[in-house]
C-alpha cells in the first residue's frame, strides 16, 4: 500500500473550504486590473471597479472547479512525455527565483552568471530524480527587465525537461509564450503538449496585483498551466493559526482558480502555494519550519478533496549553507510532500528562504527525493509468499545474496542512492579521500556535468529562440546577449 | 569469440550453465583441463575480483561468477591426478572459538578458490589447536582467522602464541580479519598481516606465498 499522510479529516476540509467560499462572496477580495475585474463581472462577480475590489458568487466558484482540469501532463522540449501531475503521483522540482547563488568554490553568496545558470541546467538533465527544470535563479548579467524571459530561454536551449517558471511583469509574458510557440511550433502544439507551469501569486491578503492577475489571464488564453502560489504568512498577514491560515489559502487560490477558467475554461492549473508561519524572533518567514510544512501537506488534502493536482513550495531550508540544518529541513518537507502525494513539490537546491540557490544542495537534495520517491513505492509482497522455500535456502546457503529471488527484485526493492550519499564504513570511506559531503557533493556536479549531451532540439529552432531572445534583449538596450549563452 | 574467451565472459557474467556447456566444449575440443582452468576460469574470476576491487560491480556478482567458477571446476576435476586441482598454495581459513558468524569467512574462502588458491575451511567456532594442527597437517602455509565480535577476537591471540610455542611463526603466516580487528591489532598480537576485506586477503595472500 501507498503510505500516506493526513493533517486534516473531511470535515474540518468541508468547513475550511466553505469558509474560504464565504470570504470570496461575502467579504470579497481586491484585484488592480481592470481587464480581470471585466472578466469576473461579465461571469456573474460583483464588482467595485472603483475601490479594485469584488465579490465572487458560489455558482462562479463551482463552475471554475468544474471546468478545471483533475490533471494534465508535461512535456519535455522534444513533445516527450514527462511529469504527470494528477492522482498521487509526485515529482519534483528546483527550487525558483532565488536572486542569489552559493559559490560551491568559494563558500561565498554572489549574483548567479549565465554560466552558472547553464552549469545549472546541464546538471538538472543529468537528475534521475528531479523531474523538470525550474527557472532556479536569476542571472544577474543580464538586463533585469529580461531577467524572467533569459532564464527560460536558457533552459528550453540548453536542456529538454520542461520548465517551471513564471514572469516578472506583463510584458514579458509575450517573449516567454514566443520562446515556447518556437519550440513547439504552433499554439494547437503547445496547448496540446504543454512545456512549462507559470508560477502566479496572489498578494496576501486577500489581494491579486495588476501584473500576476494579468499572467493568469495571459496563460490562460495559450492554455499554459498555471500553478498558484499563494503565501498567507500566519500570525502576521494571516491569521497565527494553521486552520486560519488555510481558510486564508483557500480564498486565495479559489480566486485564482476562478479567474483562470473564466478567461479559458480548462486551463490547467495547480493548486499550489508557498505559505509560511512568521518566526518573530528574526521577522522571518521559514519554509522550513514544521508548521509550514503542515500548512503546505494540509492545503495540498484541500486541493485532493476539490479534484484538482497539487504544489507546494516544501523540500528546502532556510539555512544558509548546505549544512544539517539544510538536510533537516529539505528531507523533512520532501518526506511529508511526497507523503502528502503533492504532484509538483517545488524547492531542491534552495536555501535562506527561497532566496539562495546552492548547486551542491540540489545533487544532495536529489538524492532526498530518490529516497522518498522509493518511500511512497511502499511495502509490497514481492514472491514472498509462502516464505519456507526462501528460509530454507538461507540456513542451507548461509545467506541470499544470489538466491533468485533476491536476484528478481533487488533492483525493484533496494534504492541505492548515488555517490553523494556516504554508505562506505570508515575504512573505505578514509580510503577514499575521508571526503565531506561538500567534496562529493562537488565531485558529483563535476561527474553529471561532464555526462552532459546537449540537447536533441534541432538547431532551426534554437536558432530561432536566439533570435527571439536577442531582439528582446535588443529593447532593453543589450546589444548582444551574455557569449556564453548561445 | 575464442572458446576460452566466451567460457571467460560466461563467467564473468555469473552464468553458470554456459560455463558448464562450454567447458564441455572446450574439453571435447582438446583442450587440457590445466589450460582451461588457467586461461578461462582463473582468468575470469581475475577480472571479476579486480572489478570488485575498483567497485564497479558488488558482492553478489562475485559470488554469481564463483558460482560459474565452481561449475566449471567440477568438471574438470575428475582430469586431475587424484582428483586434486593444481593450486598455487593452501590456505586455512575459520571462524575463531565461541564466533558463529562466518559471512566475511566465507567471502574471504570464495575469493581465495576464486584466485586459485585451495581452500581449506574449518567452519565457526573453531579452536586455536584446530587451525594450527590442520594447517601443519596439510603443508598449508597461510592460516585466516575471522571474528566479528570484541569477546572472541582475543582467540586470534592464542592462535599466534600458539604457532610461536610450536616454533611456527613466520613459516606459517597468520592473516586476520573482521570488523572488530585492525591492522594496529594484528601487530599488537603478532599476526602477519590485517585484511580489511575478501579482495585485500587476497592480495595479502599473493604477496606472501609469492615471496616463498
Known amino acids: 500500500m501507498r503510505p500516506t499522510v493526513a493533517f486534516l479529516n473531511r470535515e474540518l476540509i468541508e468547513r475550511i473550504v466553505a469558509e474560504g467560499r464565504d470570504i470570496l462572496c461575502r467579504m470579497g477580495i481586491a484585484i488592480h486590473n481592470p481587464a480581470a475585474l471585466k472578466l469576473l463581472s461579465d461571469g456573474g462577480a460583483v464588482v467595485d471597479v472603483s475601490r479594485h475590489h469584488v465579490r465572487f458568487t458560489s455558482d462562479l466558484i463551482d463552475r471554475a472547479l468544474g471546468s478545471a482540469p483533475k490533471g494534465f501532463k508535461l512535456y519535455d522540449v522534444m513533445g516527450e512525455e514527462a511529469v504527470d501531475l494528477s492522482g498521487d503521483r509526485v515529482n519534483y522540482t528546483p527550487g525558483s527565483a532565488a536572486l542569489n547563488f552559493l559559490d560551491g568554490a568559494t563558500g561565498l553568496m554572489r549574483r548567479p552568471t549565465t554560466a552558472d545558470y547553464i552549469r545549472y541546467v546541464r546538471i538538472v538533465s543529468g537528475m534521475p530524480h528531479i523531474a523538470s527544470q525550474s527557472t532556479a535563479f536569476i542571472p544577474g548579467d543580464v538586463h533585469e527587465k529580461i531577467s524572467d524571459s533569459y532564464r527560460l530561454y536558457l533552459s528550453l536551449l540548453h536542456g529538454e525537461k520542461p520548465v517551471v517558471t513564471g514572469t516578472f511583469t506583463i510584458d514579458s509574458f509575450e517573449i516567454m509564450k514566443d520562446l515556447q510557440l518556437?519550440?513547439?511550433?504552433?499554439?494547437?502544439?503547445?496547448?496540446?503538449?504543454?512545456?512549462?507551469?507559470?508560477?502566479?501569486?496572489?498578494?496576501?491578503?486577500?489581494?491579486?496585483?495588476?501584473?500576476?492577475?494579468?499572467?493568469?489571464?495571459?496563460?490562460?488564453?495559450?492554455?499554459?498551466?498555471?500553478?498558484?502560489?499563494?503565501?498567507?504568512?500566519?500570525?502576521?498577514?494571516?491569521?497565527?493559526?494553521?486552520?486560519?491560515?488555510?481558510?486564508?489559502?483557500?480564498?486565495?487560490?479559489?480566486?485564482?482558480?476562478?479567474?483562470?477558467?473564466?478567461?479559458?475554461?480548462?486551463?490547467?492549473?495547480?493548486?499550489?502555494?508557498?505559505?509560511?508561519?512568521?518566526?518573530?524572533?528574526?521577522?522571518?518567514?521559514?519554509?522550513?519550519?514544521?508548521?509550514?510544512?503542515?500548512?503546505?501537506?494540509?492545503?495540498?488534502?484541500?486541493?485532493?478533496?476539490?479534484?484538482?493536482?497539487?504544489?507546494?513550495?516544501?523540500?528546502?531550508?532556510?539555512?544558509?549553507?548546505?549544512?544539517?540544518?539544510?538536510?533537516?529541513?529539505?528531507?523533512?518537507?520532501?518526506?511529508?510532500?511526497?507523503?502528502?502525494?503533492?504532484?509538483?513539490?517545488?524547492?531542491?537546491?534552495?536555501?535562506?528562504?527561497?532566496?539562495?540557490?546552492?548547486?551542491?544542495?540540489?545533487?544532495?537534495?536529489?538524492?532526498?527525493?530518490?529516497?522518498?520517491?522509493?518511500?511512497?513505492?511502499?511495502?509490497?509482497?514481492?514472491?514472498?509468499?509462502?516464505?519456507?522455500?526462501?528460509?530454507?535456502?538461507?540456513?542451507?546457503?548461509?545467506?541470499?545474496?544470489?538466491?533468485?529471488?533476491?536476484?528478481?527484485?533487488?533492483?525493484?526493492?533496494?534504492?541505492?542512492?548515488?555517490?553523494?550519499?556516504?554508505?562506505?564504513?570508515?575504512s573505505r570511506w578514509a580510503e577514499e579521500g575521508s571526503k565531506t559531503l561538500m567534496e562529493r557533493a562537488s565531485a558529483e556536479i563535476n561527474r553529471l556535468e561532464a555526462a552532459y549531451t546537449p540537447s536533441r532540439l534541432p538547431d532551426d529552432v534554437k536558432g530561432e529562440l536566439t533570435r527571439l531572445m536577442t531582439a528582446e534583449a535588443r529593447r532593453y538596450g543589450m546589444d548582444k546577449l551574455p557569449r556564453e549563452s548561445r | 569469440?575464442?572458446?576460452?574467451?566466451?567460457?571467460?565472459?560466461?563467467?564473468?557474467?555469473?552464468?553458470?550453465?554456459?560455463?558448464?556447456?562450454?567447458?564441455?566444449?572446450?574439453?571435447?575440443?582438446?583442450?587440457?583441463?590445466?589450460?582451461?582452468?588457467?586461461?578461462?576460469?582463473?582468468?575470469?574470476?581475475?577480472?571479476?575480483?579486480?572489478?570488485?576491487?575498483?567497485?564497479?560491480?558488488?558482492?553478489?556478482?562475485?559470488?554469481?561468477?564463483?558460482?560459474?567458477?565452481?561449475?566449471?571446476?567440477?568438471?574438470?576435476?575428475?582430469?586431475?591426478?587424484?582428483?586434486?586441482?593444481?593450486?598455487?598454495?593452501?590456505?586455512?581459513?575459520?571462524?575463531?572459538?565461541?564466533?558463529?558468524?562466518?559471512?566475511?569467512?566465507?567471502?574471504?574462502?570464495?575469493?581465495?578458490?576464486?584466485?586459485?588458491?585451495?581452500?581449506?575451511?574449518?567452519?565457526?567456532?573453531?579452536?586455536?589447536?584446530?587451525?594450527?594442527?590442520?594447517?601443519?597437517?596439510?603443508?598449508?602455509?597461510?592460516?585466516?582467522?575471522?571474528?566479528?565480535?570484541?569477546?572472541?577476537?582475543?582467540?586470534?591471540?592464542?592462535?599466534?602464541?600458539?604457532?610461536?610455542?610450536?616454533g611456527l611463526t613466520g613459516r606459517i603466516k597468520l592473516i586476520i580479519g573482521g570488523a572488530p580487528v585492525s591492522d594496529a591489532y594484528a601487530r599488537e598480537i603478532g599476526a602477519d598481516a590485517y585484511g580489511f576485506d575478501a579482495v585485500k586477503a587476497v592480495e595479502i595472500v599473493d604477496r606472501f606465498l609469492m615471496r616463498q
Open chain 2, 1 to 166: 569469440m575464442d572458446l576460452l574467451a566466451n567460457l571467460s565472459q560466461s563467467l564473468q557474467d555469473g552464468d553458470d550453465e554456459k560455463v558448464a556447456a562450454l567447458t564441455k566444449e572446450a574439453l571435447a575440443a582438446g583442450m587440457s583441463a590445466k589450460q582451461i582452468l588457467d586461461n578461462a576460469l582463473i582468468s575470469g574470476m581475475t577480472v571479476i575480483g579486480n572489478r570488485f576491487k575498483a567497485h564497479e560491480i558488488f558482492l553478489p556478482d562475485v559470488l554469481l561468477s564463483a558460482r560459474a567458477m565452481y561449475a566449471g571446476l567440477e568438471l574438470l576435476k575428475p582430469l586431475f591426478l587424484k582428483d586434486d586441482i593444481p593450486s598455487r598454495g593452501k590456505v586455512v581459513v575459520g571462524t575463531v572459538q565461541g564466533d558463529l558468524h562466518d559471512i566475511g569467512k566465507n567471502l574471504v574462502s570464495i575469493m581465495l578458490k576464486g584466485a586459485g588458491y585451495e581452500v581449506i575451511d574449518l567452519g565457526n567456532d573453531v579452536p586455536p589447536e584446530r587451525f594450527v594442527d590442520t594447517a601443519v597437517a596439510q603443508g598449508a602455509a597461510i592460516i585466516g582467522l575471522s571474528a566479528l565480535l570484541t569477546t572472541t577476537m582475543p582467540v586470534m591471540s592464542q592462535v599466534a602464541a600458539l604457532l610461536k610455542e610450536r
Open chain 1, 182 to 426: 518556437a519550440v513547439r511550433g504552433s499554439e494547437a502544439a503547445l496547448k496540446a503538449k504543454p512545456l512549462t507551469v507559470f508560477s502566479c501569486c496572489p498578494t496576501s491578503p486577500l489581494k491579486w496585483s495588476t501584473v500576476t492577475s494579468q499572467n493568469v489571464i495571459d496563460c490562460a488564453r495559450y492554455h499554459i498551466p498555471v500553478e498558484f502560489v499563494a503565501m498567507p504568512l500566519s500570525g502576521f498577514i494571516a491569521p497565527v493559526t494553521l486552520v486560519g491560515t488555510l481558510i486564508q489559502h483557500t480564498a486565495e487560490t479559489l480566486s485564482g482558480i476562478v479567474l483562470s477558467q473564466l478567461a479559458n475554461p480548462g486551463t490547467p492549473i495547480l493548486y499550489g502555494g508557498s505559505p509560511a508561519i512568521f518566526d518573530v524572533r528574526y521577522e522571518t518567514t521559514p519554509m522550513g519550519a514544521v508548521e509550514t510544512e503542515m500548512i503546505d501537506c494540509a492545503y495540498a488534502e484541500i486541493g485532493k478533496y476539490l479534484g484538482l493536482p497539487t504544489q507546494a513550495y516544501i523540500a528546502l531550508s532556510d539555512a544558509k549553507q548546505l549544512d544539517a540544518q539544510a538536510g533537516l529541513e529539505t528531507s523533512m518537507g520532501a518526506t511529508l510532500a511526497a507523503l502528502a502525494g503533492i504532484n509538483n513539490i517545488s524547492g531542491p537546491g534552495m536555501l535562506d528562504f527561497e532566496s539562495c540557490f546552492s548547486l551542491e544542495k540540489l545533487v544532495v537534495d536529489n538524492e532526498i527525493c530518490g529516497m522518498t520517491l522509493r518511500m511512497i513505492q511502499g511495502i509490497e509482497p514481492k514472491g514472498d509468499f509462502p516464505s519456507l522455500g526462501h528460509f530454507t535456502e538461507l540456513v542451507r546457503e548461509g545467506h541470499l545474496l544470489i538466491s533468485k529471488h533476491t536476484r528478481r527484485y533487488r533492483q525493484e526493492e533496494i534504492h541505492l542512492p548515488g555517490p553523494v550519499i556516504d554508505r562506505a564504513n570508515r
